[in-house]
């Protein structure tokens, strides 16, 4: 069974930085692939970022591109979500998500994860 577990989340203002972490037990973490989401208040489940942890390969949605980094230390079987330049849009509560499944996906399909962590609240004030 997987376990996800996030924290790192914060109140800081808008330009700061913040680092999520998302700690996986279980499974065989070079073969996940773990994606980051966030839920603003009163609004749907959006895609961040997502990293395939056996190449490190990233790919972000476009609100966050330049801005975010997604990382993955595999001893620590950790994936690292790297927030710089923060604005208020991104206040919400972040969540880490881990496909064990093989077989083509969307990355950025909410739909596509298997395990959920209950996530982490990251408040961006001006």
């Known amino acids: 069974q997987v376990h996800v577990e996030e924290s790192g989340g914060g109140l800081v203002q808008a330009g700061a930085a913040l680092r999520l972490s998302c700690t996986v037990s279980?499974?065989?973490?070079?073969?996940?692939r773990i994606g980051w989401f966030r839920q603003a208040p009163e609004k749907e489940r959006e895609f961040v970022a997502h990293i395939l942890v056996s190449s490190g390969y990233a790919y972000y949605a476009d609100s966050v591109k330049g801005r975010f980094t997604i990382s993955r230390n595999n001893t620590k079987r950790t994936?690292?979500?790297q927030m710089d330049n923060l604005e208020i849009e991104d206040t919400a509560l972040y969540y880490c998500a881990v496909r064990a499944r093989t077989g083509t996906y969307t990355m950025s399909n909410q739909q596509a994860f298997d395990y959920w962590g209950q996530g982490t609240q990251v408040t961006v004030s001006s």
């Open 79 to 81: 994936v690292y979500l």
């Open 26 to 32: 279980g499974g065989l973490f070079g073969n996940l």
